[in-house]
């Protein structure tokens, strides 16, 4: 399979744990985003990589969140001392120079869902 | 006010009908617009993106006014596999970024 690939799947955490989300993205694309999601809701946009350069962050995502993605691969999203409101479903999505510019196509993964207790 | 706006919904609609949603954005730099298909519990997928000059894909048309800030998207002869959650999407509106903005979703459902 070579698509977009989210671990774990599914997280349960008790309030105030720390929780860290994997992704690795399509082997060829350089643009690596995360996005939440909640129910009802679009995908609302956390961050974005362009190889291993953080280009944006969300001004609604706290402190507690932060992404890397060293060597400009996989990328980890993690939550410090998780809250009840920060549970939903963790998306992440990649996209290459070209299929962005020509299609906007991103190219998403099945997603890691946060509960936290 | 939203970056990106659409109305939720759900619209309930019979085979074989012709629909329509419509979404606005408040940036009125943005540069490029798309619509996305997400079905119940699946990720998000590239339906198709929107040209300035309108554009069709089989049964669905989608256009873009500019002046008005609105995406729209048309699908004709609805079928019942048609029935998923509809999501407009905003390219960033700098130069050289690819931030893409989602609206809430429209919900489709097409009944038998």
């Known amino acids: 399979d070579t698509g977009v690939s989210q671990n774990p799947r599914h997280k349960i955490t008790k309030r105030g744990q720390n929780v860290t989300f994997r992704c690795d993205p399509i082997?060829?694309?350089?643009?690596l985003y995360w996005y939440r999601q909640t129910l009802g809701q679009g995908p609302e946009f956390l961050t974005y990589?362009?190889?291993?350069?953080?280009?944006?962050k969300s001004r609604l995502l706290s402190d507690r969140f932060s992404a890397e993605r060293p060597k400009g691969s996989f990328s980890t999203l993690e939550i410090q001392r998780t809250e009840q409101g920060d549970s939903a479903m963790y998306l992440c999505?990649?996209?290459?120079?070209?299929?962005?510019?020509?299609?906007?196509?991103?190219?998403f993964g099945e997603g890691s869902r946060l509960t936290v207790l | 006010r939203k970056e990106v706006e659409q109305d939720p919904g759900p619209f309930n609609v019979p085979e074989g009908a012709t629909v329509a949603f419509n979404c606005t954005y408040s940036?009125?730099?943005?540069?490029?617009f798309f619509w996305y298909r997400q079905d119940c519990r699946k990720e998000p997928k590239l339906l198709m993106s929107?040209?300035?000059s309108g554009n069709e894909d089989g049964r669905f048309t989608a256009q873009l006014n500019r002046a008005s800030q609105y995406i729209s998207l048309l699908i004709r002869d609805s079928k019942l596999s048609d029935s998923a959650t509809y999501l407009c999407?905003?390219?960033?509106?700098?130069?050289?970024?690819?931030?893409?903005?989602f609206g809430t979703g429209t919900r489709l459902k097409v009944l038998a």
């Open positions: 082997s060829e694309h350089n643009r």
């Open positions: 999407v905003v390219n960033g509106a700098t130069s050289g970024t690819y931030k893409y903005i």
């Open positions: 990589f362009q190889n291993e350069a953080q280009l944006e």
């Open positions: 929107v040209y300035s």
């Open positions: 999505a990649s996209s290459s120079r070209t299929s962005a510019q020509n299609t906007g196509e991103l190219f």
């Open positions: 940036n009125s730099a943005s540069q490029s």
